[in-house]
């Protein structure tokens, strides 16, 4: 059940998060250009305005906000307009109680749980904001950094010499490879995100970790997208994410460590 709460929430963050940002650059830029600024109707952050339908923005009542419960009792429907809701809804609050369970089976009640479902839920909301929005957002990716260095100083999975270690390089890597493809073909092959979302996995996992969590990232990115563009599942002129792999990567070290 925490973990349908937890994944409710995170579709909050999914969704409005982006939002919040492109708002926000938006605003800098007109501030930046002596232009008028937009006027919204209604605050727009995190809390408010309340839960709403994402077709016709129709306010959720309660027994209509319950983590899959209520997705399955409107079979996938909303009930204000009819229109279908989202896959990604109950995909998330699934994901986030399965990495639940299985990290309640790995790790004792106690610090080692807690971190566990940090790490979990953020990058959960990382991948599919990544998967949707090309955007990888620093308020996610630093605090992940820093709460992996800081779980690392309580005794986490890592040392903290290897936990700094492990960030230093996790974004050194990728940002070598990032000018290596840059050179070579003068197109960017990843985002700065990237290397922040690398470098939150080293400060968490180690620079040891770091080789099977960029190989198994690769690997299962380059099947999937080969897969899905050969069923034309997806566009094939829009640039691939890596950040939903690389937070499986990470996910699947912390599961087998």
Request: proline share 7%; hydrophobic share 55%; net charge positive.
């Amino acid at each position: 059940m925490l973990g349908g709460i937890i994944g409710s929430f995170l579709n909050v963050v999914i969704y409005r998060l982006p939002v919040i940002l492109e708002r926000r650059w938006q605003r800098e830029a007109l501030l930046q250009l002596a232009q008028p600024l937009p006027v919204y109707a209604q605050t727009f952050n995190l809390i408010l305005p309340r839960s709403h339908c994402p077709s016709c923005s129709y306010p959720l009542r309660i027994r209509d906000n319950i983590p899959l419960v209520s997705y399955l009792l409107l079979k996938g429907r909303s009930r204000c307009c009819g229109e279908r809701i989202p896959c990604h809804y109950p995909l998330v609050e699934i994901a986030c109680s399965v990495l639940f369970i299985l990290a309640a089976g790995r790790f004792a009640p106690g610090l080692s749980l807690t971190a566990a479902w940090l790490f979990f839920s953020m990058l959960l909301a990382l991948a599919v904001i990544d998967y949707r929005t090309a955007l990888m957002p620093d308020v996610l990716t630093l605090p992940l950094l820093w709460l992996g260095l800081l779980f690392s100083l309580q005794g986490g999975i890592v040392p903290l010499e290897e936990a700094v270690m492990g960030a230093v390089s996790g974004y050194l890597f990728l940002w070598g490879l990032y000018w290596l493809f840059r050179f070579a073909t003068g197109r960017e092959g990843l985002g700065y995100g990237d290397f922040k979302l690398s470098a939150a996995l080293g400060a968490w996992l180690g620079w040891q970790a770091l080789p099977s969590v960029l190989l198994l990232a690769s690997v299962s990115g380059f099947v999937i997208t080969v897969l899905m563009r050969s069923l034309a599942a997806t566009d094939l002129t829009r640039p691939l994410p890596f950040g939903p792999w690389l937070a499986l990567g990470g996910v699947c070290h912390f599961l087998l460590l």
